[in-house]
């Protein structure tokens, strides 16, 4: 079995920095994908950022130039380190990982969420 375990949400006054990790752990084939997604109340979840294995990145435009996905392949662990963050960028923030288990099962797997908080 996989699991995704993240750590690092919290509050931060405007233009503070966070980082949030994310490692998964278990029986772990390769991992092809993984990144950050946030979710308002009663909105949908949104994509924040993602990094393949082969360190190819992808962010959402409202967090471009402020938020950096990175990754540790040895630990299967991504990072993702969050700057000038602002009011907007409260939320709860979900790893996801794309992950196989073996050469035939697959997992689209989802931490359990940690809340950031932005606000003076």
């Known amino acids: 079995q996989v699991q995704l375990v993240e750590s690092g949400g919290g509050a931060v006054q405007p233009g503070g920095s966070l980082i949030l990790s994310c490692a998964a752990s278990?029986?772990?084939?390769?991992?092809?994908?993984m990144g950050w997604y946030r979710q308002a109340p009663g909105q949908q979840r949104e994509l924040v950022a993602t990094?393949?294995?082969?360190?190819?990145?992808d962010y959402a435009e409202s967090v471009k130039g402020r938020f950096t996905i990175s990754r540790d392949n040895a630990m299967n662990t991504v990072y993702l380190r969050m700057n000038s963050l602002k009011p907007d960028d409260t939320d709860v923030y979900y790893c996801?990982?794309?992950?196989?288990?073996?050469?035939?099962?697959?997992?689209?797997?989802w931490g359990q969420g940690t809340q950031v908080t932005v606000s003076s």
């Open positions: 996801n990982g794309k992950i196989y288990s073996s050469v035939t099962q697959w997992h689209d797997l």
């Open positions: 278990g029986s772990i084939f390769r991992v092809v994908a």
């Open positions: 990094i393949n294995a082969g360190g190819a990145t």
